[in-house]
């Protein structure tokens, strides 16, 4: 875990001297938005958010960070228990194809770290793990710098951990 958030440092370090730049030709961009994750036994949802750095027209590295915002609630035998979304992190290698100046499409694989609770009465369990990441999506910039960002990044968690969808609308901002 502490390997994720070096790494994020170390790309945000990396993406600084980029941010004077903006337009098509912009070294770095950020986004935030609300991520829904599908999970094999819970759905939850998240604030997201983004930090990248293009290393040219056809590849970035990016790091993504999220913070819980909606739990999944269960009942088994009567008794109520919940799953919350605590915290996830991941980095990723981003391979693009812009379309046009406004419309880009990309493919994206990386490694992160979902941080899940299950409350129940008399037990709480942590759940999650570490899983490898990959997913499609694609930005559309409204007026070059300012745009909207879908995806849908596929979570194989790893120790048959299962799998999880997360859907993800953000704004987006190239620096």
């Given at each position: 875990m502490?390997?994720?958030?070096?790494?994020?440092?170390?790309?945000?370090?990396?993406?600084?001297?980029?941010?004077?730049q903006?337009?098509?030709d912009?070294?770095?961009?950020?986004?935030?938005?609300?991520t829904?994750?599908?999970g094999?036994?819970?759905?939850?949802?998240?604030?997201t958010?983004?930090l990248?750095?293009n290393?040219?027209?056809?590849?970035?590295?990016?790091?993504?960070?999220?913070?819980?915002?909606?739990?999944?609630?269960?009942?088994?035998?009567?008794?109520?228990?919940?799953i919350?979304?605590?915290?996830?992190?991941a980095?990723?290698v981003?391979?693009?194809?812009?379309?046009?100046?406004?419309?880009?499409?990309?493919?994206?694989g990386?490694?992160?770290?979902t941080e899940?609770?299950?409350?129940?009465?008399?037990?709480?369990?942590?759940?999650?793990?570490?899983?490898?990441?990959?997913?499609v999506g694609?930005?559309?910039?409204?007026?070059?710098?300012?745009?909207?960002?879908?995806?849908?990044?596929?979570r194989?968690?790893?120790?048959?951990?299962?799998?999880?969808?997360?859907?993800?609308?953000?704004?987006?901002?190239?620096?």
């Amino acid at each position: 875990m502490r390997n994720i958030f070096l790494a994020a440092a170390a790309i945000s370090a990396i993406a600084a001297p980029a941010f004077a730049q903006s337009g098509p030709d912009a070294r770095g961009y950020g986004s935030l938005g609300y991520t829904h994750l599908e999970g094999d036994s819970a759905t939850t949802g998240a604030v997201t958010g983004r930090l990248g750095v293009n290393l040219n027209r056809y590849l970035a590295l990016e790091t993504e960070a999220s913070v819980g915002v909606k739990d999944d609630d269960f009942t088994v035998a009567g008794i109520d228990g919940s799953i919350k979304h605590e915290w996830d992190a991941a980095g990723y290698v981003v391979g693009k194809y812009p379309v046009s100046d406004k419309l880009e499409l990309f493919a994206r694989g990386g490694y992160g770290h979902t941080e899940l609770k299950q409350e129940f009465p008399g037990a709480n369990t942590d759940v999650g793990g570490d899983s490898w990441n990959y997913g499609v999506g694609a930005n559309y910039y409204v007026d070059g710098v300012n745009g909207v960002r879908a995806d849908w990044t596929r979570r194989d968690f790893r120790d048959n951990g299962g799998e999880a969808d997360a859907y993800s609308v953000s704004y987006i901002r190239r620096f």
